[in-house]
DNA sequence: TCATCCATAAGGGAAAACCCTTATATCAGC
DNA sequence: GCTGATATAAGGGTTTTCCCTTATGGATGA
């Protein structure tokens, strides 16, 4: 797993790197930025991120702006707002989108370094599930049309002979991908190739 | 399932009614409370609530604090804030404890009714969630302790004859308990069984 | 063209699961 | 003391899975 790394984005210099100057406290490795533009171009700062505290007035592209952005990136990192500015409805706004919370300056820095501590610990979390279901999918991605055809029989708890029967195809054939299917997923056990077909979200429900 | 309902919490007479009757014109049944404790009085409400439209600043229990109750009975469904007096740190809060919107007045009423519906949407799928989930603990309820442990063997993918082993038992007892346990899960297969238990939480991941 | 992967299929045997019945001992409750 | 639920165990037979090998035809690709 990559090191942990907090993007702090203000425009701000000076509110920036005293940010910046808290978190390191808790022995964090920051990443400090002027403009959210900036954050989107540093793809290391980007696979690295378990946390990003963001301004909500920027020039540039805004930090709800910056939000959108790294959610349709699919980018799992907590985001932290920060604001002076902020109104009802934008707080409503950007946590309904998912953000990690939203402090108000000036803001308590024991609150800050509670929350930024929390957000990593969870982005460590997402990273460690999506690394798992990454991994799971690959292992998906492996198999050839008709395995999958047959692992889905197996999934849905269908006999050798039923899955025979709806492929049209001997059950000799069946056992041949079966057997193929707990080697590639490498599992050794209908239960195991259950669990993790249940837990990657890939048995339609 | 209940038939649903939407409760509408707002100390002002006049705004209540507005609300209540502005969500009427979605067909969905209204309750109105002056307070928020009328709320936690009335049984019959609570047990069909789809949503709650709740205003923060009341007399006697506040919004937040009926929020709180209500997390506290872990009551599932959705709050919607409506407040003229909304400021960062409620909002962030609220939202952070699972409020599904905070409106300000004045609001859109398009806005507060597109809300609403998604809201007892929401509702219904975790009403429909937590019937399942219901009904399935109650049959894992039903097990005894024996034929538990022999299902958490199944469900770890252990054959008959190593479950024996770790019970200290006979394969034989095993079988016995292991057709017991699919009888009273009502289920004819160990994909299913697995399924289920998964889905349950119920095998501590 | 040759090698490789894939889907198909079969034989054969060991192991396991599945399904039925019967039976004993314990323990709780009426 | 009887009843019912529970845990234990066994016999006996059928079905299914599991594991090994072998083999053919088609498609892909170097």
Do not use: Y
């Not at 790394?5 to 509110?15: E, G, P, Q």
């Not at 008709?146 to 039923?162: H, P, S, Y």
Request: with cysteine; proline share 3%; charged share 30%.
């Amino acid at each position: 797993m990559d090191e942990p790394l907090v993007c702090v984005v203000d425009d701000d210099d000076a509110v920036r790197l005293s940010i910046g100057l808290l978190i390191e406290t808790l022995g964090l490795p920051v990443r400090s930025f002027a403009s959210a533009l900036d954050v989107l171009a540093d793809d290391d700062a980007l696979a690295r991120a378990h946390c990003v505290v963001l301004d909500v007035r920027m020039p540039g592209l805004s930090g709800v702006g910056l939000q959108e952005r790294l959610l349709r990136l699919e980018h799992s990192a907590p985001i932290i707002f920060v604001s002076a500015h902020g109104d009802v409805p934008m707080v409503a706004r950007a946590m309904r989108e998912g953000a990690f919370d939203f402090l108000q300056k000036p803001f308590n820095e024991q609150v800050l370094l509670d929350r930024v501590q929390e957000a990593v610990q969870l982005a460590a979390q997402r990273r460690r599930d999506g690394a798992w279901l990454a991994d799971i999918h690959g292992r998906l991605d492996s198999l050839t049309a008709r395995e999958r055809d047959v692992m889905d029989g197996m999934v849905a708890g269908r006999l050798n002979k039923q899955i025979a029967e709806d492929l049209g195809i001997s059950m000799k054939t069946v056992e041949q991908h079966r057997a193929r299917v707990m080697e590639k997923l490498q599992v050794d056990s209908l239960a195991e190739l259950v669990r993790i077909v249940v837990r990657s979200g890939c048995d339609g429900g």
